[in-house]
């Protein structure tokens, strides 16, 4: 089955994470989880124009969710 394409952008936030010391993490809607499909899919993320990382949304327990950001990731 091929996966299905599309964009969605969305303004957010950089945080760390509440309970797993020094993890940034960008915070994700309830209402944007549900555009991308829930959280068994994996994403494509693409943070102010810079290269794409591969990613997948982790649940926070209330519907909505984070994906979680490298050093790497946050440098650029």
């Known amino acids: 089955m ?4 599309f964009t969605l952008t ?5 945080t760390q994470h509440k309970s797993m010391f020094g993890v ?6 309830k209402k944007y989880i549900i555009k991308l499909g829930g959280f068994k899919v994996r994403l494509l ?3 102010n124009n810079n290269e794409p990382f591969p990613c997948a949304a982790m649940p926070i327990g209330d519907g909505s969710g984070y994906l979680m950001l490298s050093k790497e990731n946050i440098k650029n």
């Open 24 to 29: 940034n993490c960008i915070v994700v809607n």
């Open 45 to 47: 993320c693409k943070i």
């Open 2 to 5: 091929k996966a299905e394409q």
């Open 10 to 14: 969305f303004k957010t936030y950089i």
